[in-house]
Structures are given as C-alpha cells and as structure tokens.
C-alpha cells in the first residue's frame, strides 16, 4: 500500500470554524477510504499555531474522540508558513501524500479526490489554482493578482493564483525538506523542486466562519518574504536606477554649460532641492532595500529554529 494521506490544516484562533471543518473533513476521509482511494491509516493533522482561545482543547478532544484526527501544536504562534512546514515535516516519513488545506473552508474539499487522482496518475505535485476571484473584494483581488504578476516579473516562479491548497508526495516533502531558509515562502518554493506536477482547479469559497487570520500587515509581510527570499533583482534594479541618473545628471551638466556660455544663470534653486531630496530618497530606499538583504542573510547565518513543537496527539 502506498496511498497514505495526510491533511495537514494548519489552525491560529480557529475554533469557530474547526468543528465544522473536522466534521466535513471527516466524511470525506470516509468515503475516500470506502471507495479505496486512501489507506486507513489516512489522518487529519490539525496543526495548533499557538492559538489564545480553544482551539488546541478541541483538537485534542477529536483526537480522543476518532483516530482519524491527530494534532501537533506549537509552543507559540509562529505565522502560517511555519506552522504549514511543521504539520508538513511531522506528516513527512508518515504519509505517502500530503495535502495542505486552510482551516476555514475556503479551499474547496471536494478538489482533494481529484489531486488524489493526479497523484495516482504519477504527479509528485499538484497545485490547487483557484478558478475565479468574484468573492475577493476589488483590493484584494487588484492586489494578489498584481502581487502574482510582480513575482513573476521579477523571475520568481510562482502559480497564478495557487496558494497553499496543494497535494505533495513523499518524495516531494522529502526535497522540501532540504530547503532551510527561515521565512519560507512555500509557494515560491515548491516550483523549484521540479518533478512532475499538476494543477486542480477549483472555486475558493468564503470564509465560513471567524475572521481572517492574516491581517495588511501579516500580508505584507507576505508578500515582502515572497520577493526577497525569491529574487535578487531588486539590487540590480538599484544599480540600474543609478546608471539612470547618472546619464540624466550628465545630461543636465551637459546643458547647464552651454546655457552658461549663452549668458543664462543654471538652474534655480527649487530645481536643486527638490534634486537633493529626489536622490536622497532614492539612495535611502536603496539602503532600506539591500539592508533588508543583509539582515535576511545575519537571520539566516543564525540558523535559528523555525519552530518548536510543545505537544502533539494521536500520533504514535
Ligand atoms: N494561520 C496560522 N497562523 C497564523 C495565521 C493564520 O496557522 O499566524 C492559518 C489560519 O488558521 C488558516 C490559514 O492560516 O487556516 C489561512 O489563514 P486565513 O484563512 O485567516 O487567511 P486568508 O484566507 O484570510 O488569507
Ligand atoms: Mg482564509
């Protein structure tokens, strides 16, 4: 038997929509099994990022309850990224496949028996892309759809509109689990891994219950960690804006003499101040832009730990 699966749900302040996930969840597992898709040594694998209300009392109570659940908890709220990683890495030697999902319901559940299929069919990876972003407000969907577009300009190779809802076989997690940079950006990473892929479409639902996890400024976070962990053309654009204003600046010296040697004054002194200040901007957000590249690089010689797991259940 090679068709182990681990759904992995990683799960901060969640308990208003974790029963309801569970329960569906649950029923999906069943028929997965009944029509000999998945072993039954299949589980759910709830990871507890550090959540303040009851989250973890309630995995640990479906983990008593059924030995289809199993739950992992943090020893404090880590984001996301590192709370996927760790459910990825404790399902990593376990499973034969591995699909990460959301705890709120938004990725649909009923794209698992297709990835399922994929997977069969010999993809190592399978991305869920969503299909349409009619539900996202205007902003939201301006800005992950420009965001995707940025990356990809700035040669890092992400899906269009694929998240983290995505299948990963053994041999997948074991090459991701090579990778170990601190702040990872899974989705850049996984392309990298190469093997063969896949792609499920599927419609994101709204959140069922509960409020967003991720606030402008944990998406901005995001989306920083995306780009600098993913790409250096930031600093070559930098070297290009001074190559730019080096030939402007050559220009204008240029005509500043001949207007001098025709009798005019230069320039005014508007024009010079609003020149200081234009390349003193300039040249700080180059230095906010490479520093950000030096203290990615001071975290990463730290080696520091990406998380720590406190207590897990139902795994033995
Ligand atoms: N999440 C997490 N740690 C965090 C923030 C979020 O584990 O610090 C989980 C959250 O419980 C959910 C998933 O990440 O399962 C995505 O979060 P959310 O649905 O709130 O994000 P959105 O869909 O609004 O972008
Ligand atoms: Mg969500």
Not at 76 to 94: D, F, V
Not at 181 to 203: A, C, D, H, K, W
Not at 206 to 225: C, I, Q, T, W
Request: glycine share 10%; net charge neutral; proline share 2%.
């Amino acid at each position: 038997m090679n068709n182990t699966l681990y759904i992995v749900v990683p799960c901060y302040n969640e308990e208003e929509v974790l029963g309801e996930t569970a329960s569906r969840l649950k029923v999906k597992m069943h028929s997965l099994i009944t029509e000999d898709k998945i072993s039954r040594d299949s589980r759910i694998l709830f990871v507890n990022d550090g959540s303040k209300d009851g989250t973890w009392a309630m995995i640990r109570d479906l983990c008593a309850a059924d030995r289809l659940f199993a739950g992992v908890s943090l020893s404090r709220n880590r984001g996301h990224q590192n709370a996927l990683l760790a459910g990825l890495m404790t399902a990593r030697g376990r499973a034969d496949m591995v699909i990460s999902m959301d705890a709120d319901l938004q990725d649909d559940i009923n794209a698992v028996d297709q990835m399922i299929d994929e997977y069969s069919g010999g993809a190592d990876v399978v991305y869920g892309v969503r299909n349409k972003r009619d539900k996202d407000t205007f902003f939201k969907r301006f800005t992950a759809e420009g965001y995707y577009r940025l990356l990809n300009t700035m040669g890092c190779q992400v899906v269009f509109n694929h998240a983290d809802y995505r299948l990963l076989s053994a041999q997948a997690l074991d090459a991701l689990s090579e990778y170990g940079e601190q702040n990872m950006f899974i989705r850049g990473i996984i392309p990298m891994l190469g093997y063969q892929t896949s792609t499920v479409m599927y419609e994101r639902g709204e959140r069922f219950a509960g409020e967003s996890k991720y606030p402008l400024k944990k998406m901005l976070r995001l989306a920083f960690d995306g780009i600098f962990s993913l790409s250096l053309k930031p600093v070559k654009l930098i070297t290009w804006l001074g190559v730019t204003l080096l030939v402007l600046a050559a220009a204008l010296l240029v005509y500043s003499v001949v207007r001098l040697c025709m009798g005019h004054t230069i320039l005014d002194w508007k024009i010079v101040t609003i020149s200081v200040w234009g390349v003193g901007g300039l040249i700080l957000i180059a230095l906010g832009i490479i520093g950000e590249y030096i203290g990615r690089a001071y975290l990463e010689l730290k080696g520091r730990p990406r998380y720590h797991i406190g207590e897990t259940v139902g795994l033995e």
